[in-house]
């Protein structure tokens, strides 16, 4: 079936450094590859997208290029602000075993802090 | 103001006792889900639904009911809760079944003891 799997966290980073968090997938056929975040007391919300290899989704200044050949879309940002403090999950979409179409699976989320 | 709304936000009940968590979302849209989510497994599906009348298990359905009667609202039915589902609800919708992008709501923090 579909897994996706982030790296550990938590990851603490001062202001205006550069962040990456890993993500690499498991799918058959060709998934969708999400990007969400949940600020603290609040629900999930999409950062970003990209639907097929090669493709680069980028929203608020970060980034994420689907990458077939290496099962990645790993999470990028050249400069964090504290505001970006939140938990990051990685998803994919696709079918699994021909059930859940649409369905959407998520990685087990890396807590981001930053501090000033 | 497009949004899914749950309710109640914080909840704590006994084992056994019946619950009903709420969800109602404003966007007419077709899909609706609701996860649970859990510290070191990220969010797992538990059942989902693409249109009215119409709903499947997830990943982790069991000690779980849902129900589609009108397409904007979705509840979460737990008959005899246990401890064991002690956790962060999230129920979430899409336009289409095959429109990825999903709005979630605000969360039900539920405790059983």
């Known amino acids: 079936g579909n897994s996706v799997t982030q790296m550990e966290g938590p990851v603490t980073l001062s202001e205006e450094a550069f962040l990456t968090i890993n993500c690499t997938y498991t799918?058959?056929?060709?998934?969708?590859l999400f990007w969400y975040v949940q600020y603290p007391g609040e629900g999930l919300q999409l950062l970003l997208k990209?639907?097929?290899?090669?493709d680069k989704g980028s929203n608020k200044g970060f980034e994420a290029t689907y990458r077939k050949e290496t099962t990645s879309f790993h999470l990028e940002k050249g400069s964090v602000q504290v505001s970006d403090s939140a938990v990051y999950f990685c998803?994919?979409?696709?079918?699994?075993?021909?059930?859940?179409?649409?369905?959407?699976?998520f990685g087990q989320g890396t807590i981001l802090t930053v501090h000033p | 103001e497009a949004q899914v709304t749950q309710n109640p936000r914080y909840l704590i009940t006994v084992t056994g006792k019946k619950l009903t968590v709420t969800c109602s979302q404003n966007?007419?849209?077709?899909?609706m889900s609701w996860y649970r989510q859990d510290p070191g497994l990220g969010l797992r599906q538990i059942y989902y639904?693409?249109?009215?009348?119409?709903?499947d298990k997830g990943d982790v359905p069991e000690g779980y009911k849902v129900s589609r009667k009108e397409k904007r609202n979705f509840p979460l039915i737990l008959e005899s809760p246990s401890p064991n589902q002690t956790s962060l609800y999230f129920c979430?919708?899409?336009?289409?079944?095959?429109?990825?992008?999903?709005?979630f709501g605000s969360g039900t923090q539920l405790s059983v003891l």
């Open positions: 639904s693409m249109n009215v009348e119409v709903t």
């Open positions: 966007m007419n849209h077709e899909y």
């Open positions: 979430a919708s899409s336009l289409r079944p095959t429109n990825e992008k999903l709005f």
């Open positions: 799918a058959t056929g060709y998934p969708s």
């Open positions: 998803a994919l979409s696709g079918r699994a075993g021909g059930t859940s179409y649409g369905k959407l699976t």
């Open positions: 990209a639907t097929k290899a090669d």
